[in-house]
């Protein structure tokens, strides 16, 4: 009998190991409670999220680079979080990758390089593939830049599909291209700690699609928190710390109530600018378009 019990205890403890194993392993996509890290007080923006959104914690190679909401609806994500990190050396080459687990819950936590003709309808149905872009107009626009990581890992997991917006190579390698250099050595020169940053999309009022299944946004938004800084600031950049946003267009038909076209800017370029602003200025905007109260830092980064 006692020998019976003993072995009943083992199974009860070897089944409770499994559970939390199972539980682990399904944990990469639907929390962040893995990659809180990456938020400004361990907190995720408030107002942004739905039905239908999962959050990712972007994994690649046993590690957390960064953290995605992702709407399966829209095959996009809606915003990516990360810490800034400077310098390094350039990016070597690596496939995109999807995040199994959005097709299914119980599979490997790793995103995976993306064959070039994907067939597996759970894949097709929860995100974007290579397909979508191929022979479309836009590029594969990052919202977690990987010119904003130091680390040759961490920019490699920049390379995932489930960071990856369609974005207008206009804007892609013009003017957008241009804000996240001027960001990276700001905080470079002048954030003495962490610099959370938040990228993510302003859809259309009434949505556009590549291919009827990627939805594309009418603007890119972006601002960083950096609770730490040198008080030696020059005096045009002391109202860009601890916070600074900005908004990018994506459609030279926009209209300009919200980003207004330098008329003398390059013919490439135009029509894809971007406008400096304060944080409360871009929560405007974001409550505006999306109907809810929106803040991206906690305590605006307090």
């Not at 961490?154 to 190579?169: E, M, Y």
């Not at 804000?179 to 050595?185: G, P, T």
């Not at 859809?203 to 928190?225: D, K, T």
């Not at 109907?291 to 906690?298: A, I, Q, R």
């Amino acid at each position: 009998m006692q020998s019976f019990r003993l072995s009943l205890s083992w199974m009860v403890c070897l089944l409770v190991r499994l559970a939390a194993l199972a539980h682990s392993v399904r944990a990469e996509v639907g929390s962040f409670s893995s990659c809180l890290q990456f938020f400004h007080k361990r907190s995720s923006p408030h107002g942004l999220e739905g039905p239908g959104y999962s959050q990712i914690c972007q994994r690649y190679e046993n590690t957390y680079h960064f953290a995605s909401l992702y709407r399966k609806q829209w095959r996009t994500p809606i915003y990516s979080a990360y810490v800034f990190t400077s310098g390094g050396k350039k990016r070597s080459r690596v496939p995109w990758m999807y995040e199994p687990q959005l097709a299914n819950s119980r599979a490997r936590p790793e995103m995976e390089p993306i064959p070039p003709n994907m067939t597996d309808q759970n894949v097709l149905e929860s995100q974007a593939v290579l397909q979508d872009y191929k022979n479309s107009t836009f590029t594969k626009g990052h919202l977690s830049p990987n010119s904003h990581h130091q680390e040759d890992w961490d920019k490699k997991a920049t390379f995932t599909l489930t960071n990856i917006v369609p974005q207008k190579a206009g804007s892609n390698s013009g003017p957008w291209a241009v804000l996240e250099n001027e960001v990276a050595a700001r905080l470079t020169a002048y954030c003495t700690g962490p610099a959370y940053i938040v990228t993510g999309v302003l859809p259309y009022v009434s949505p556009h699609w590549i291919r009827n299944r990627v939805a594309v946004p009418e603007y890119l938004w972006s601002a960083y928190c950096c609770p730490s800084f040198s008080s030696n600031l020059p005096e045009p950049l002391r109202d860009t710390f601890p916070t600074f946003a900005a908004i990018g267009r994506n459609d030279r038909l926009s209209t300009q109530d919200i980003v207004p076209v330098n008329p003398k800017a390059p013919a490439s370029t135009r029509g894809y600018d971007v406008r400096r602003m304060s944080l409360e200025t871009l929560e405007g905007y974001l409550r505006a378009r999306l109907g809810l109260p929106v803040n991206v830092f906690l305590d605006q980064c307090l």
